[in-house]
């Protein structure tokens, strides 16, 4: 028999324990790995919230509504946790982060040649779009995107998307309803209504700064700005309820069967017509969910944001992945079935005189300087439209800045989320886009010959100065690059050099207990915004009669 030195024996004995340990402990990963040692168990769905709208477990928060959104005996499909056992300390996943490689440097470098850039922002974006989805798909028996118990790493959710009727996260897969869209297309009317419903997930990263809002089924709401830390990754899948007789591209992608309201986008009503603001309950009777009637759901769009401080103004890079279903058929995963549309980190902010519908000048022919447009992705989109070019899947946004089809025309990715803030006082955010105000002048819009105080913007629609406020104005004010952090300004010169707010009449932000006029930041997070703002509205109805309990209208992307 040979014997073992004891050098051998330690080696051959660590390799043993390597391997059991190994076998035993695979489920309880998350204790003893990178992310801090923070989770007993790898399940980080912890039940402190609600999981979706009219969740059992919360009766207390749906008084006097129609039961619409719960599993049936009959329902033998999937049911949504939510994930919400956030990290308790910060968490650095950069060595699992390839885009965070200094090659890729040079995209961020305005010296860098267009052939360059174009093929860093093919791989930055592969490269992150990996990162989302291991663990998240393809798994034995699993899900796509059960992410409670991802063996990778970990991922969660944005607590209190539950409250809304109407927009409240559905049972199945806890998606939200994100907006209405209106598309050009081939066959039928021309047009084609339908409605995006979609999921965000967070890594352990930009979970910690959720974390320090959401605590033990609450939430304390910020004071002061926020800010992710390096490395935060948010991730989004946006299903579309139309066909793919309708959208072609739509073709060969994953598909969902899921709990929502009506698909063309259920409004509240009278006998006189839709009402600009209803109750609870009335949204609860006149938009019920149903997995029946309205069944599956289908990828059309994947947006992520990675906090990134190469991107020197904001430090953000947005992109977007659309669906590429027809030419893509062959690749096992779905989820690889898309096409990156475009990353960027900044909105080309038009100079002083200069108007964003056009600044910077022709983009297709000679880009961005804090963006790229992957323009094969463009024209396939494109290709299954009708005339309705601005209703085009491949639209884009404003002079062709990054915008994926689910979003409006007249805006881009970062244009919109630079407005993230703190609900005020009076549940008030900023619009997502001037056009959503009705007391602003409108941004991208290009003015006549004949008068620079009417115009027309990028979506075919009429616009006036209003208050003295130019369109030039607005443009730099929305197309400006926030920092992170840093609150979204409203305060802009008029005509006549006088300093004003953009929301004119509300005379907004109006905190409690401060004086400053000035948006509290949560770092580019719409859903961080709207999740307050049901929260905030939860806490006001506890008090008030389900009856009279009224719902405060969302900020939503819409395309129309």
């Excluded at 609860?284 to 990134?308: E, G, I």
């Excluded at 990028?458 to 607005?474: C, I, P, Y």
């Amino acid at each position: 028999m040979k014997y073992l030195n004891r050098e051998q024996f330690i080696t051959h004995t660590s390799a043993l324990m390597v391997l059991l340990i190994s076998a035993s402990a695979h489920a309880n990963w998350y204790k003893e790995s990178k992310y801090g040692g923070q989770y007993d168990s790898a399940n980080t769905c912890s039940g402190q919230y609600p999981s979706y709208w009219q969740d059992p477990d919360f009766p207390d928060m749906w008084p006097g509504q129609a039961i619409s959104n719960v599993p049936t005996l009959v329902y033998d499909g999937p049911t949504f946790a939510l994930s919400d056992a956030y990290p308790k300390q910060a968490v650095d996943d950069s060595q699992a982060q390839k885009w965070r490689d200094k090659k890729f440097d040079a995209l961020f470098d305005e010296s860098t040649d267009a052939k360059t850039k174009y093929k860093l922002a093919l791989a930055y974006g592969q490269a992150v779009m990996d990162y989302v989805l291991a663990g998240n798909t393809q798994r034995q028996g699993i899900e796509d995107f059960n992410v409670c118990e991802n063996k990778v790493r970990p991922w969660f959710h944005m607590p209190f998307q539950t409250y809304d009727p109407m927009s409240g996260r559905e049972f199945t897969h806890g998606l939200t309803r994100e907006a209405p869209v209106t598309f050009s297309v081939q066959d039928g009317t021309g047009t084609d209504q339908s409605t995006m419903w979609a999921v965000g997930i967070y890594n352990a990263t930009a979970a910690y700064t959720l974390g320090q809002v959401w605590k033990n089924g609450t939430a304390q709401v910020p004071d002061s700005n926020i800010t992710f830390d390096e490395g935060a990754v948010i991730a989004k899948p946006l299903f579309n309820t139309s066909t793919v007789a309708q959208l072609p591209v739509l073709t060969n992608m994953p598909s969902w069967n899921a709990n929502i309201s009506a698909p063309a986008f259920c409004v509240c009503h009278s006998a006189e017509g839709p009402k600009e603001e209803c109750t609870l309950v009335e949204e609860a009777k006149q938009c019920p969910r149903s997995y029946a009637q309205w069944s599956n759901v289908k990828l059309l769009q994947f947006d992520f944001a990675v906090k990134d401080s190469r991107a020197e103004d904001t430090n953000w890079v947005y992109g977007t992945f659309v669906a590429d279903g027809l030419r893509k058929a062959k690749l096992a995963n779905p989820w690889q079935r898309m096409s990156l549309l475009g990353v960027m980190w900044g909105n080309d902010t038009p100079a002083n005189g200069h108007y964003a519908i056009d600044y910077p000048e022709s983009p297709r022919e000679k880009g961005f300087k804090e963006a790229v447009i992957i323009w094969d992705t463009v024209d396939e989109l494109n290709k299954y439209a009708g005339s309705g070019r601005t209703r085009a899947l491949g639209h884009l946004g404003c002079n062709n800045r990054l915008n994926g089809p689910a979003d409006n025309s007249n805006s881009s990715c970062m244009s919109c989320h630079g407005t993230a803030s703190v609900p005020d006082s009076k549940l008030t955010t900023p619009p997502l886009i001037s056009q959503f105000s009705g007391d602003q002048t409108h941004q991208c819009v290009s003015p006549l010959v004949s008068s620079k105080e009417d115009g027309v913007d990028r979506g075919g629609d009429s616009a006036q100065v209003l208050h003295n406020v130019a369109f030039n104005t607005v443009d730099q004010t929305y197309f400006t690059n926030v920092g992170a952090g840093q609150p979204f300004n409203m305060m802009v010169k008029d005509e006549q050099g006088q300093t004003v707010n953009l929301m004119y009449e509300s005379k907004a932000p109006i905190y409690e207990g401060s004086a400053k006029k000035q948006w509290r930041s949560l770092d580019y997070s719409l859903q961080m915004s709207i999740a307050l703002k049901q929260w905030m509205q939860y806490q006001n109805n506890k008090t008030v009669e389900p009856e009279k309990q009224v719902h405060k209208k969302e900020i939503r992307r819409n395309i129309e």
